[in-house]
T-cell receptor, first 112, second 109 residues
Framework: DAEITQSPRHKITETGRQVTLACHQTWNHNNMFWYRQDLGHGLRLIHYSYGVQDTNKGEVSDGYSVSRSNTEDLPLTLESAASSQTSVYFC???????????FGPGTRLTVT | DAKTTQPPSMDCAEGRAANLPCNHSTISGNEYVYWYRQIHSQGPQYIIHGLKNNETNEMASLIITEDRKSSTLILPHATLRDTAVYYCIFLREGQNFVFGPGTRLSVLP
């Protein structure tokens, strides 16, 4: 069955380190999205991509970057992790740009 | 602004229908209403979406008022596993999903 996976599921890192969170989908969807979820803020869009080599900033993109070298993967990189980036991160994909999105299980990141 | 209004919380008895309301008075004619839910610690799960007509799938029914300013998600026979936060969203053309606080549904035994 097609699916979307994220790794690692849990990560603890130190302030200032570079961290990359992986997202992989086997639906062959062109559209992929990264969100973060914090108490009191709900889900907020970080970056998204509508296809290979395409990336776009979302609502809370500062301190994050993404790259899209193939259809299946959209890794999220925290260039220099900050305590404010402690959060749960969700990746999603969709067949249509504005169609239903299918979410991964999430990565819980703690920055100490 | 693509804003919806939902009650912050609701209770429902197990086995009964859960009716979750959503107000989206600023929706435009070609904008779909989407419903997602998020069970504790899991990723959001797509439930259903609709434009004008009522929709039904294996998970739920979606009733949209004729003026499209509000909708109701119906879980016909709620179970304990339906306890979750339910999000009602509509997409502005060219924009992305904006998840609000949603409705926390508690299904009680």
């Amino acid at each position: 069955d097609a699916e979307i996976t994220q790794s690692p599921r849990h990560k603890i890192t130190e302030t200032g380190r570079q961290v990359t969170l992986a997202c992989h989908q086997t639906w062959n969807h062109n559209n992929m999205f990264w969100y973060r979820q914090d108490l009191g803020h709900g889900l907020r869009l970080i970056h998204y991509s509508y296809g290979v080599q395409d990336t776009n900033k979302g609502e809370v993109s500062d301190g994050y970057s993404v790259s899209r070298s193939n259809t299946e993967d959209l890794p999220l990189t925290l260039e220099s992790a900050a305590s404010s980036q402690t959060s749960v991160y969700f990746c999603a994909s969709s067949q249509l740009r504005q169609g239903e999105q299918y979410f991964g299980p999430g990565t819980r990141l703690t920055v100490t | 602004d693509a804003k919806t209004t939902q009650p912050p919380s609701m209770d429902c008895a197990e086995g009964r229908a859960a009716n979750l309301p959503c107000n989206h008075s600023t929706i435009s004619g070609n904008e779909y209403v989407y419903w997602y839910r998020q069970i504790h610690s899991q990723g959001p799960q797509y439930i259903i979406h609709g434009l004008k007509n009522n929709e039904t799938n294996e998970m739920a029914s979606l009733i949209i008022t004729e003026d499209r300013k509000s909708s109701t998600l119906i879980l016909p026979h709620a179970t304990l596993r339906d306890t979750a936060v339910y999000y009602c969203i509509f997409l502005r053309e060219g924009q992305n999903f904006v998840f609000g606080p949603g409705t926390r549904l508690s299904v009680l035994p």
